[in-house]
């Protein structure tokens, strides 16, 4: 199993974002749907061996945490419009454990420190980050949960939590990249590897 977990640190956690203003009310919104895109879509098919645990920690509301999971999915189209409109749908309940609210999309109120130390648990992790050891030079499993952020760099308190679970520090390559660019790269990498 391939996970991604995102931090949306602008994106809404609640469900009064207009559709059409994904950048900008939604609270960068968008950048999390395009890295939903480029987790699960192929050609002609969905990855099903790969979940997506969007953390949104925008206003108004304390954080809420949104899993995709790639077995389960139905629903999920490849434009940003309609994939938001599936998290806005998850954002109108009121949960605090996690709930389902369509086919393969739960929704909780769970923390960025409930959702690694559930991780934790399960699969190794690995952060994304410019200064890490390259990608193409670490052993990585098939079961591994990797961590990025939005458009902006995770914040200290979250560096500092995330390095107290000891992931692997990885890079992809000698640029930046858009987090979406991130995961299609990642996923390139394992298919090579274990396809």
Aim: hydrophobic content about 40%; overall charge negative; some cysteine.
């Amino acid at each position: 199993m391939r996970r991604f977990i995102v931090i949306g640190h602008k994106a809404s956690t609640a469900a009064d974002f207009k559709l059409d203003d994904l950048a900008g009310g939604a609270g960068r919104l968008d950048v999390l749907l395009r890295c939903v895109n480029s987790a699960f879509f192929l050609s002609h098919d969905l990855r099903k061996d790969v979940e997506v645990i969007l953390i949104l920690q925008g206003p108004p509301t304390p954080t809420r945490t949104i899993r995709l999971v790639g077995s389960e999915l139905r629903y999920l189209n490849p434009d940003e419009r309609s994939t938001g409109a599936l998290i806005r749908n998850a954002l109108m309940k009121d949960t605090i454990s996690e709930e389902r609210s369509t086919p393969g999309i739960y929704v909780s109120s769970r923390s960025f420190q409930d959702v690694l130390g559930l991780m934790e648990q399960e699969t190794e992790l690995v952060y994304l980050k410019e200064d890490g050891q390259d990608i193409r030079l670490a052993e990585i499993p098939e079961n591994v949960t990797f961590v990025l952020s939005d458009h902006m760099d995770l914040t200290p308190d979250e560096e500092s939590l995330l390095l107290q679970y000891q992931p692997k520090v990885l890079k992809l390559g000698p640029v930046s990249y858009h987090a979406d660019h991130c995961i299609t790269i990642v996923n390139n990498e394992l298919d090579r590897r274990f396809i």
